[in-house]
């Protein structure tokens, strides 16, 4: 017969003090874990969301990132007229010749500077990223052929001068920002954009493109147009999905990934010991009761049982504990920088429900690995002894 | 028995429950010297003696853009510079994309070089080969080892900036005061290989007369290509570093909040058991009292175990920690980590800072533990 869940709760409400510091010690490890898990998270939201599976992007071959790209621009047109390419509203084919520099911005909060994207686009350009949208109030999209910009959102909140009406100052002059965009969280959010003929006079690589995009009229076709961009041996360019493209570019998280890896796994065997010790003392505390409830015709089995169950109780509460002291930090967007194009990606911390759900999972590890030691050393006891006790 | 011997003797009383503390804080104090040690090569080490002698100099705008070579010359005639070389970054790839086979390579100009790195040591036969090869390279010590390369050795490195693979021969290797995870060739084997490069250099590294002469000599070359079209950027070699360390995003809160994490968990757990082990003893506390031991002194025995308890996982993580970051800075897959090591500061502050946790952690429940009454105490079933 198993013995009351009622018998544990009242148990560990009756030592309060010594619960409460043991499920905090184990609420200070599973917040930290979520705090590194939801760093991940946003990350790889950032870069998962950032491709649309209709986009192909072309790069020049052997080159694996727009920053390390360029082909000249008499290969756009013979881009342009390949098969499969959606038309724009101009009935013309929806492409965008690009170019992609990177560029120092002071943050705002005076903590030095860091590297920004800069992306000059063909009008299609933002026809081509339909997810993509103005901020209502904020402005205006630019004008072809200005020395205008908009920038993104979390640009906006972090870096000085970056207002609507500001100037920022890159290339050969002042530029003015006309808008603000927001990029739903994607690796947009980390981006200024502009007209790319202005940009590449202004940084003298005019006569070629870092990278183009173009547009399948659908998902099937997207597959087909990466194919033929890739195998049309006048090119000497690569396709390759959007969606593909900023997969691959996840592995920026890899740093955070490694150290939360080794935090979780020492701090979490710390407080497997830590437990161990609480649920020792509640065994030690109470063996005459255990003998009691021996005598009285509780099995060994249903002890183990019931101090294991005290034990994840315990545990559960420390991780729902470390779970709630870690939501209001909750959307907080930080920045790290991309491996890949050696900017900033801006990203929000996110606690999803996998990263809640895993915490938990965490946290009832610890208290299993931490109160069967224990449970087995009551289960074990001899009554006589301990009746005695 | 001397008090010392008591402390010894309450603080083992239950051995399990000190095993089981001292083996949570020393984890505790592992991930507390590893945190340390890396906080430690970011922001106080300044490198070498020749390395606070440096800079670099790179477009003031973006790595990304390159200036033109004839910086180089202009650079030397400036006050304080003792000598100038270009540095061009390639970033090609080696046998393919994992990251262990990834390294630094630049371009550089073989003659100078060595004259800038003046602590980067190589024999004078093997300098002497290299700047009379044009597709030859040099390489790091530490990367040799792990690539197993030798003197004669060919190396290809397929470029990403550039469509241009080069095929290189090893003709030294050179031993840094601390692993650099580079390789160096001739920069006119990069001139020929790609167009644009002629007469480009990403970057020149700069060595000054003095340690005092580095941000004198900074601001005078970024004054000198102020209005020019490519506008410089020049800073020490360790706030070069810095700048890299930066994009990584908030390294700084991003540790100093795991550490707070880590040092409070560690003050609840010994908290924990010194009110566990005190409770117990309650009875203990009033036979001392009786015998005439002051509440000073009661107090002063129950903090002094706690402290004894801390101390003893602090030097356990200690020696851990030390594992822990020895076996990063040997492992070849942690270019990053590359002969870190922890040094005394850390392991100083990583024993103070476990005795601070004890001390605090004992203070409350030893606290209450001198303030009992005798007669109560006494009668206490615990």
Known sequence: MAIPISYNIRNLKLRKGLTIMTALGIALTVTTVVFLMALLAGLRQAFVTSGDPLNVLVLRKGSNAELSG????????????????????????????????????????????????????MPDGLELRPKVKLVPGQGRWFTPGQREVVVSESIHKRFANANVGDEIHFGKGPW???????????????????????????????????SAYLRATEAIAANTLKNAVSDDQRLKLDGMLETDYYAKQTSSGGPIKFIGYIVGFIM??????????????AVAYRSREIATLRVIGFSRPSILTSFVFESLVLSLLGGLVGIVLMLPFNGMTTGTSNQVTFSEVVFALRITPTVALSALVFALVMGFFGGLAPAWHAARQNILTALRG | MTLTTFVTKSAFRNKRRSILTIGSLALMLTLLTFLMTIWRAFYIDNGSEQSTQRLITRHKVSLTFSLPIYYEQKMK???GVAAVVPTQWFGGRYIDDKPEHFFAQFATDPQEFFTVYTDFKIPADQLDAWQHDRAGVVVDNGLAKKFGWKVGDRIVLQGTIWAADLTLTIRGIYTPPQPTQSVYFD???????????????GTFGILADSPADVPKVAATIDDMFHNSPQPTKTESEKAFGLDFVAMLGNVKAFILSICGAVVFTGLLVSANTMAMSIRERTREVAVLKTLGFTRKTVLSLFVCEGMVVAVIGG????LFGYGLVYMMGHSPQMGFFQGLTVNWATMVAALALAATVGLVAALVPSYNASKVNIVEGLRYIG
Not at chain 1, 74 to 90: V, W, Y
Not at chain 1, 188 to 198: A, F, L, P, T
């Open chain 1, 70 to 121: 360029g082909f000249d621009a008499s290969l756009f047109p013979t881009l342009k007229n390949l098969p499969g390419i959606a038309k724009d509203s101009h009935g013309e084919p929806l492409a965008s010749g690009e170019w992609v520099v990177v560029i120092v911005l002071p943050r705002k909060d005076g903590t030095g500077e860091v590297n920004v994207t800069v992306r000059g686009m």
């Open chain 2, 187 to 201: 920069r006119k084997y990069l001139e020929e290989a790609v167009s644009v490069m002629k007469d480009q250099s």
């Open chain 2, 77 to 79: 005639t400036v006050p």
């Open chain 1, 268 to 281: 979490g065997i710390g407080s497997i010991f830590a437990a161990m010790n609480t649920m020792y003392a």
């Open chain 2, 315 to 318: 030097a356990f993580g200690l």
């Open chain 1, 176 to 210: 003015k920002v006309v808008g603000i965009f927001d990029a739903g969280g994607s690796a947009y959010e980390s981006e200024v954009w502009g007209d790319v003929n202005q940009m590449s006079s202004d940084f003298d690589r005019q006569g070629g493109f870092a």
